[in-house]
């Protein structure tokens, strides 16, 4: 694609290609190379050659013996006369019999049909041939003067044009003129033809390979030209997204959290009693303040933290982990939430063995505190959040080693139909605006992008009313690149026509 | 037909209302270019009848993937086309015999009244690499032979071809309803290539002709010629009136090239008898073919 025009618009009126001009013989023959050729000719066969384009113009015009006869003759007002006829006949007469001309085949039946017999004046002849090209005249091609072996006796028509011309002199000018059969002229001009239609042939091969290559190059240009342009508009509207985009989340970020870190820390403050006394009620509310700012705070940072990763900017910093430990630290920090809402975390998941895997600490906990919190935020009162790691093993999830981390409750279970949706941002199963349970929907959509950004994969069971299963599997060492990627949306195609 | 003259600039000027220019034709220089019924969004399309010369140019290009058999069909065309009406074939080729600029085989006739024809077919060079020379190549074509490659692993190939004809159609200002494709299934003799009936599915999926071909064997060659030919004549004869203009009927037109034609063992013989025995290369004529 190129060109304004892109997007299916309008094309662009361009300089038309080689392709579609006519093409001239100079356009197809090197002319310092084809005078070569026939000046050898001349220099062989010792008659002069002329080769003139359709327009008339001379590419070549060689003259070998007759300078003398011919001048002689022109010096004679009516020699001059006929001499100036006899070569407008040549040159400019139609190429078909006529006007002091025959077929060429009359007398020699071999010659082409083509071939014109072109009787000078002065007894001498010429034969003239057209330059036929993808069956066009594009030019022609004249032999001559040679004296023909049937010339006996110079013709009245030379003699009468002066009293006063000297027919000895005449006669040794003649003699240095060549004498040739006529069939034998016309035997070296089929010869000399066939050699120009091959270098025609070749000249209008490299005319418009050259022609082509420069226009091809120049449309590469024009394109690329134009394809950096659209590149930097592009760019420069990233630009300005990009800044705009910094520029909202440091709003949201400051605009929101400042305020909101004042509510909560006003409010521990209070409850500590810096103020002076509270009453148990006015404690009570006060803390309801502070765990709602909490809340409120963990939601911006949630949402921070999904625009980060689906801007891309999330790097994943892997080092060695004890997956155990970590996963220790993640059910320590749900277990007054838990210990709050009478669900039971069942933790002990070190078992045997150590577990040292590759991974990005900070983003890994995240992941299972949020599988963690989700799990007791779906589970009711007297409820189990079992958590187990197992591995190393081979994982054929994954074709190669790996370790499993399983969150297990016996919450409210997800419908079947919904274990795909509920990875995608701000999904919540039950999205009315009465659900029973709170949050963005945000959670296990972090989770995904941190444990894909790790090469691992999550899934999820469930039965409905009996409680969920996710199994988060991970290789022991994580491919690179080691920065999260969010595939980009996919645009359906066109259909095929094959 | 090839205009001689930028379709912007052809648009932009008035017609004069001497004769011969009618109230469809313009006069420019010697030659009168009449224009078309149609109007496409580049502006008018022209079709070039250069009545001082009395000439008519059609273009016909050969568009497909690497491969396909582009040259070979041009190939074939040559050595069945009788010397009487058609040129050098003209091949650039890489040293590995991919095409590298494009191929040109002329064809040329004379037809009753006098006019001359000259229908040139080329061919893009088929490598991704050369998209820029197959935009130029596409420049003004008056209809598309598009070759596909029968075999099921080349599908994604012919699509993508596909694709990328239409756009340098679209970017050549090329109307999709009024420069007629043809498509060419070549290659039917493979093992892997699509059956009968996975061929008729793409046929209904559009409007393009499908002609199935096996081109180095010269099957389908001339069937895919003759109806490119057909389809391109009957768009420039809807749109500027050839049979009234110069009087060219389709008959004539077809016939002027294909009874010179080696049909023998085509689809064609019955409708366009070869000469007996078939021509050889005769002696050129003047100095040219």
């Known amino acids: 694609m190129s060109g304004g025009s892109s997007g299916g618009g309008p094309a662009v009126a361009r300089r038309e290609s080689v392709l579609q001009r006519r093409l001239t013989l100079s356009d197809m023959v090197d002319l310092s190379s084809f005078n070569e050729v026939v000046k050898s000719f001349v220099e062989l066969y010792r008659v002069g050659i002329k080769v003139f384009d359709e327009n008339g113009d001379k590419l070549s015009d060689v003259k070998v013996g007759n300078g003398d006869f011919c001048g002689y003759v022109f010096s004679f007002p009516e020699g001059r006369l006929r001499c100036t006829q006899t070569v407008a006949r040549i040159k400019d007469g139609p190429l078909q019999p006529g006007q002091g001309s025959r077929p060429t085949s009359q007398v020699d039946p071999s010659a082409p049909p083509g071939m014109l017999t072109v009787q000078c004046f002065t007894g001498l002849r010429y034969l003239m041939t057209p330059v036929l090209w993808e069956g066009d005249e594009i030019g022609r091609i004249i032999f001559g003067p040679f004296q023909p072996d049937d010339l006996n006796e110079l013709p009245p028509s030379l003699t009468e044009i002066s009293r006063g011309l000297d027919l000895a002199l005449l006669q040794t000018h003649l003699g240095r003129i060549r004498r040739a059969p006529e069939s034998t002229v016309a035997k070296v001009v089929l010869n000399f033809g066939q050699i120009l239609q091959s270098l025609v042939a070749v000249g209008q091969k490299t005319f418009l390979t050259t022609q082509l290559h420069v226009e091809a190059t120049l449309e590469t240009n024009r394109e690329l030209e134009d394809k950096n342009r659209r590149l930097e508009d592009a760019f420069n509207k990233l630009k300005e997204l990009d800044r705009l985009k910094s520029s909202f989340l440091a709003t949201v970020s400051h605009e929101l959290r400042t305020p909101l870190t004042s509510i909560i820390g006003y409010s521990e403050m209070l409850s500590e009693g810096l103020a002076g006394p509270m009453n148990s009620e006015q404690g009570d509310y006060v803390k309801t303040i502070m765990d709602k700012g909490e809340t409120l705070l963990k939601l911006i940072t949630s949402i921070l933290d999904i625009s980060q990763i689906e801007a891309g900017k999330v790097r994943l910093n892997f080092g060695p982990v004890d997956v155990p430990e970590l996963v220790g630290s993640a059910i320590s920090s749900v277990r007054p939430q838990a210990l709050k809402k009478g669900v039971t975390v069942d933790g002990k998941p070190r078992g045997a063995a150590t577990l040292v895997a590759n991974a990005d600490r900070e983003k890994l906990r995240q992941a299972v505190v949020n599988l963690l919190a989700n799990a007791v935020k779906f589970t009711a009162k007297g409820g189990t959040v079992a958590v187990s790691v197992s591995g190393p093993e081979h994982q054929e999830a994954l074709g190669e080693e790996g370790y499993q981390i399983t969150i297990e409750d016996t919450g409210v279970g997800i419908p079947q139909d919904q274990f795909d949706k509920i990875f995608e941002s701000f999904y919540q199963v039950d999205n009315s605006s009465t659900r029973e349970y709170g949050g963005a929907g945000i959670g296990l959509a972090i989770v995904k992008s941190f444990v894909e950004g790790h090469g691992g994969r999550i899934r999820v069971s469930s039965e409905l009313g009996r409680g969920s299963r996710f199994t988060v599997v991970l290789p022991m060492t994580p491919p690179t690149p080691r920065t999260t990627q969010v595939p980009p949306p996919v645009v359906p195609p066109d259909p095929d026509r094959f | ?289």
Not at chain 2, 86 to 100: K, Q
Not at chain 2, 207 to 229: D, F, M, Q
């Open chain 2, 1 to 289: 037909m090839a205009s001689g003259r930028s379709r912007a600039d052809q648009a932009s000027r008035p017609c004069p209302t001497r004769s011969p220019c009618s109230d469809r034709a313009l006069q420019t220089g010697s030659a009168v270019l009449y224009k078309t019924k149609g109007v496409s969004h580049a502006g008018l399309t022209l079709v070039q009848l250069n009545h001082a010369q009395r000439e008519v140019t059609v273009k016909i290009v050969y568009y497909g993937p690497g491969l396909s058999g582009k040259t070979t069909n041009l190939q074939m065309l040559h050595t069945r086309i009788s010397p009487e009406v058609r040129g050098r074939l003209l091949t650039v080729e890489t040293h590995d015999d991919r095409t590298l600029f494009f191929d040109l085989l002329p064809v040329f006739f004379h037809t009753a009244s006098g006019f001359k024809v000259k229908v040139k077919l080329f061919t893009v060079p088929g490598q991704v690499i050369h998209n820029a020379t197959r935009r130029i190549v596409l420049q003004n074509a008056d209809a598309v032979a598009f070759i596909a490659d029968s075999r099921r692993s080349m599908a994604s190939e012919n699509n993508s071809y596909w694709k990328n004809l239409q756009e340098n159609m679209r970017e050549n200002g090329l109307d999709a309803t009024q420069v007629p494709v043809v498509i060419q299934y070549n290659k039917r003799d493979l093992p892997e290539a699509k059956t009968d009936a996975e061929i008729d599915e793409v046929r209904r999926k559009g409007k393009e002709k499908v002609i199935g071909a096996v081109a180095i064997r010269g099957e389908g060659v001339l069937e895919t010629l003759h109806t490119v030919l057909q389809e391109a004549y009957r768009s420039i004869d809807a749109r500027s009136n050839l049979s009234k203009n110069i009087s060219l009927t389709e008959d004539e037109f077809l016939s002027q090239i294909f009874k010179n034609v080696d049909t023998r063992g085509s689809a064609l013989e019955r409708k366009y008898p070869p000469k007996t025995p078939v021509p050889p290369t005769p002696p050129p004529s003047g100095a040219g073919p």
